[in-house]
């Protein structure tokens, strides 16, 4: 299929994101484009970039694994070709809890299920629960947070989310539905903030009109409105490890996974030396 050279561009550029930074979804793609001002921030571009970003893996300029659908997955029956098989499994499932040796127990709070895969591979080495809120988390999911946190006391959550004016309110909304429950615990945004748009030149748009909440979030921050998407990964990424950092006795975290990986270890000797797993070896030849 001959390409038109804007489009030639728009690819490339898209390539480039990607081979930096995947899986990412399709929105997550026409939000760095933005940023690096590859294309304008409106709903008929992103339109464009979707279409765009189809004919590229259909041609195969941009593979087809380097792009997630984060809403459309199989529903698959996990299966084994034996204990042995599943011994391994449960070897690289096993973890240790971290959190009696830590300070304080502490969780990571995200907006945008588009995000949810960059935080989760950050996240997974620390031992740190991700929840994906997607807009305003239901009353069930802050109802299931308050029995996580109890009272709260000794807990914080580390918040991401938009800076716009539904962004803005979801922590306010946040705090007051976990203490309807009794709890209370410490809340953070750590992004994105308004220092966050002027420090990294990340490209506004303006509040929607719809929102009821835009004539108190236009007279405090003014007429401007960006996504947590357009933030750079390696910033995104850098802002998530560092924040989880401050809040980990990481020697503590260490001393935790070396006995884990014993634990690991034991475990699959174990299971691998189990009489069933031999019988049904014998069985099979």
Known sequence: MALHQRTR?????AREILAE???MTVRQVFYQLVSRQAT????SRYNAVSKMLVTARKENIIPWKWIEDRLRRPRQVSMWGGLPDFAETVGRLYRRDVWPSQPEYFEV???KDALSGIFQDVLDDYGVALNVGRGYDGWDSIHNAAERFRD????????????????EDMVRSLRDRLAFFGCEPEIIKCALTRADIERYSLPPALTK???TRRKAFVQRHGDVAVELDAMPINVLRERLVNEVKARMDMQALVETQRIEEAERQRVVAMMAACPEAGADESEAQ
């Open 9 to 13: 561009e728009l690819i490339e550029a």
């Open 152 to 167: 709260g006391e000794g807990a914080a959550i580390l918040y991401f989310g938009d800076f716009d004016p539904s962004g």
């Open 209 to 211: 009109r719809s929102d």
């Open 109 to 111: 709070w995200v907006e």
């Open 21 to 23: 930074h995947r899986p």
């Open 40 to 43: 304008e921030n409106t709903q």
